[in-house]
Every structure is written in C-alpha cells, then in structure tokens.
C-alpha cells in the first residue's frame, strides 16, 4: 500500500471565494504513484469546507447568494459573537473581528472534507466536477491537506 500526505498553504482573500485545487489533488496523485485508491481532500479550519461542483461563475455567484440569505453576514445576532455570554473557544484567535456566520455556513455545508475514487492512476471526477477549498469567513492564512491511499 501506498500513501502520500501534503499540506498546501493557501491565502484566501474573503468570505465566498472558491479556490480551485482539483490540479493540486490531481498532482499529488501523480506523486504517489498510486494507481487504484482513494484521494482525501481536508480542511483543518472550522470556516471552511472542501465541495466538489462545477467551475462556473453564475453558479458560485448564486451559491454565494444563497449562503447570504440563508446564514447573512450582517444583521442577524450570533451567539458566537456575543463576547458578553461566550465563554467557550476564546484562546486564540483574535475575537473582535465576528465570525459567527462563518461557522454557522461551514455547519450548513458540512463539508471539512470529500474524497475522490483513484482509478488507473486518475481522479474519477465527473466531466464538469472539480475540487474546490471555500472560504466562509475571512482572508486568512489556511492550509488544505491532501491524503492519497492505494495500490501501485
């Protein structure tokens, strides 16, 4: 059995954006050598998720549309940010900057991670499916690791 792990460092530049990384996943594949197993795609950040969809503009404008309606930015009283009652999960990270819809969209999705059959040395993703590393909260520093596991 093969395995080949990865951390790739990535900087978001904000709440929405879709960073496409199916050629990182397809490129740690070719690394590995692996020809029939499994690619595991994971984010270790709680305001991030890992989706596989298609790369096209309208739809990851609308999706970004529908995460605003349904878990808004501004406007609706998260918990979360409320450092008057929160007394969970306060090291850390700075807290003046609210981030409670991040949670609340990464919650939604549920999505930390996908995994992706390798068939004949390849990721079987559909014709219009690629692997995307969201950003539910703000630009910051991330990383998305990348797990292949199989047979040469």
């Not at 790739?8 to 879709?18: K, N, P, R």
């Not at 490129?27 to 050598?33: D, G, L, Q, Y």
């Not at 989706?51 to 349904?70: A, H, K, V």
């Not at 406007?75 to 609340?104: A, Q, V």
């Amino acid at each position: 059995m093969r395995i080949r792990f990865e951390n790739h460092d990535l900087a978001t530049e904000g709440c929405g954006q879709f960073i496409d990384v199916t050629d990182d996943v397809a490129a740690v594949v070719e690394r590995s050598r692996v020809r029939e197993g499994m690619a595991v795609v994971y984010s270790p950040h709680t305001t991030c998720a890992v989706l596989i969809n298609e790369r096209e503009s309208g739809f990851i404008e609308d999706f970004q549309e529908m995460l605003d309606t349904i878990v808004p930015r501004e406007g609706t009283y998260y918990r979360h940010d409320d450092l008057s009652i929160r007394t969970e999960g306060l090291n850390g990270d700075p807290h003046e900057i609210p981030n409670g819809h991040s949670h609340c969209r990464a919650a939604l999705m549920g999505s930390a991670s996908q995994t992706i059959p390798v068939a004949d040395g390849e990721l079987t993703l559909g014709r219009w499916q690629k692997i995307f590393f969201c950003e539910l909260d703000r630009a910051r520093q991330r990383k998305v690791f990348i797990q292949v596991i199989g047979e040469g």
